[in-house]
């Protein structure tokens, strides 16, 4: 029996751009379902998506990345789904590398496939603020330290997640900046995690939730997170 | 005026509105429990000082006053954590609602889709 593959796409007022998203989602994956999951958006993000026959998950205000990214989740475990492949609703994400993204957890190989944009030393590759890189290193790092995972972008959101961990992610799904801390949580319930090289692509319309003044914070709350995590024990 | 009665009259204030304010049902008997415990505290060292500084001198305060302060203080530390993990809950009640919304949207929305293709 062929998996049943969901795509979710999380929305914050993307309405200039997820209409062509969803179409380069359907030519490159057309046996996947597709949802987008419509944080609370001000402007025709939902209808938009309608337009082009998508199903679409309204969120009555604005969760953030985290809680949008969690209701995908519940979704694809109300509707027993066997992998989720996370698409950011803003179009940094080439849906083009969806089908190798979705290779590992489909063979059996990884339950979460993350894809990094710098696992390839490309000079086309997408290139971000050194804030930002910096950050992304330091996270590596403590990963690393943590897990023993040797990964290049955990706070990538392109990824694909296999059945072990969605109903773990439908039950928790980290809030505020939720990439590296998922990757800790998936490690302590007993995952796989890998990468597989992506491109990303600039931002094509509305604006990163990661911006200068953020990224201490970022720092410091994903930083606790993750130590806390250690604390935890499993279900 | 003596600082017996201003402290009396104050803390007789405090209490009052905190009954008014459950009897107008503005604040729930859970949460105006501590602020009516802490009233009668407050009203009873008042009244009965020489406890007050009893109590202050077991606890190695010099002046009962500063003994004050520090409840005060207390209080106001512990209230605030209390307030903090209400917040939370709140957040978190109001971040489940909003997601059983997408939730039944989305499935409201696919039976619909369902349906007018079966008309067709």
């Given at each position: 029996?062929?998996?049943?593959?969901l795509?979710?796409v999380?929305?914050?007022?993307?309405?200039d751009?997820?209409?062509?998203?969803?179409?380069e989602?359907?030519?490159?994956?057309?046996?996947?379902d597709?949802?987008?999951?419509?944080?609370?958006?001000q402007d025709?993000?939902g209808?938009?998506?309608r337009?082009?026959?998508?199903?679409?998950?309204?969120?009555?205000?604005?969760?953030?990345?985290?809680g949008?990214?969690?209701?995908g989740?519940?979704?694809?475990?109300?509707e027993?789904?066997?992998v989720?492949v996370?698409?950011d609703?803003?179009?940094?994400?080439?849906?083009?590398?969806?089908?190798?993204l979705?290779?590992?957890?489909?063979e059996?190989?990884?339950?979460?496939?993350i894809?990094?944009r710098?696992?390839e030393?490309?000079t086309?590759?997408?290139?971000?603020?050194?804030?930002?890189?910096?950050g992304i290193?330091?996270?590596?790092?403590?990963?690393?330290?943590?897990?023993?995972?040797?990964?290049?972008?955990?706070?990538?959101?392109?990824?694909?997640?296999?059945k072990?961990?969605?109903?773990?992610?439908?039950?928790?799904?980290p809030?505020?900046?939720?990439e590296?801390e998922?990757?800790?949580?998936?490690?302590?319930?007993?995952?796989?995690?890998?990468?597989?090289?992506v491109?990303?692509r600039?931002?094509?319309a509305?604006?990163?939730s990661?911006?200068y003044?953020?990224?201490l914070?970022?720092?410091?709350k994903?930083?606790?997170?993750?130590?806390?995590?250690?604390?935890?024990?499993n279900? | 005026?003596?600082?017996k009665?201003f402290?009396?009259i104050?803390?007789?204030?405090?209490?009052?509105?905190?009954?008014d304010?459950?009897?107008?049902?503005?604040?729930?008997?859970?949460?105006?429990?501590?602020?009516?415990a802490?009233?009668?505290?407050v009203?009873f060292?008042?009244l009965?000082?020489?406890w007050l500084?009893?109590v202050?001198?077991?606890?190695?305060f010099a002046?009962?006053?500063?003994?004050?302060f520090?409840?005060?203080?207390?209080?106001?530390?512990?209230?605030?954590?209390?307030?903090?993990?209400?917040?939370?809950?709140?957040?978190s009640?109001?971040?489940?609602?909003?997601?059983a919304?997408?939730?039944?949207?989305?499935?409201?929305?696919?039976?619909e889709?369902?349906?007018?293709?079966?008309k067709?």
């Amino acid at each position: 029996m062929n998996p049943k593959i969901l795509i979710m796409v999380p929305a914050f007022n993307e309405a200039d751009s997820i209409g062509a998203l969803i179409k380069e989602i359907r030519v490159s994956v057309p046996q996947a379902d597709l949802v987008v999951i419509n944080d609370g958006s001000q402007d025709n993000t939902g209808e938009e998506a309608r337009k082009t026959g998508a199903f679409v998950a309204t969120l009555p205000h604005n969760l953030g990345i985290g809680g949008a990214v969690q209701t995908g989740y519940q979704i694809a475990f109300d509707e027993d789904y066997d992998v989720v492949v996370q698409i950011d609703g803003d179009g940094q994400h080439d849906p083009a590398y969806t089908a190798p993204l979705l290779r590992p957890v489909l063979e059996g190989k990884l339950d979460l496939c993350i894809g990094s944009r710098f696992l390839e030393e490309d000079t086309e590759t997408f290139r971000s603020t050194r804030a930002r890189r910096f950050g992304i290193r330091f996270f590596c790092r403590l990963l690393g330290l943590l897990t023993g995972l040797r990964l290049t972008d955990p706070t990538s959101g392109f990824r694909a997640t296999g059945k072990k961990l969605i109903k773990s992610f439908a039950d928790y799904y980290p809030v505020d900046f939720p990439e590296p801390e998922a990757v800790k949580i998936a490690k302590r319930l007993g995952a796989r995690v890998g990468e597989i090289p992506v491109r990303m692509r600039e931002r094509q319309a509305g604006h990163s939730s990661i911006r200068y003044l953020a990224t201490l914070y970022y720092m410091a709350k994903v930083t606790l997170a993750i130590l806390i995590d250690t604390l935890k024990k499993n279900p | 005026m003596h600082p017996k009665t201003f402290a009396l009259i104050i803390t007789f204030s405090v209490l009052i509105l905190v009954i008014d304010l459950i009897r107008r049902q503005k604040m729930t008997f859970k949460y105006a429990l501590a602020w009516l415990a802490s009233s009668i505290a407050v009203i009873f060292f008042t009244l009965q000082d020489t406890w007050l500084r009893t109590v202050a001198q077991w606890a190695g305060f010099a002046l009962p006053s500063n003994f004050i302060f520090f409840l005060l203080l207390i209080f106001v530390i512990f209230f605030s954590l209390l307030l903090t993990i209400h917040i939370n809950e709140q957040n978190s009640r109001a971040e489940s609602l909003a997601q059983a919304i997408a939730r039944l949207d989305y499935r409201l929305r696919k039976m619909e889709g369902k349906e007018s293709d079966e008309k067709r």
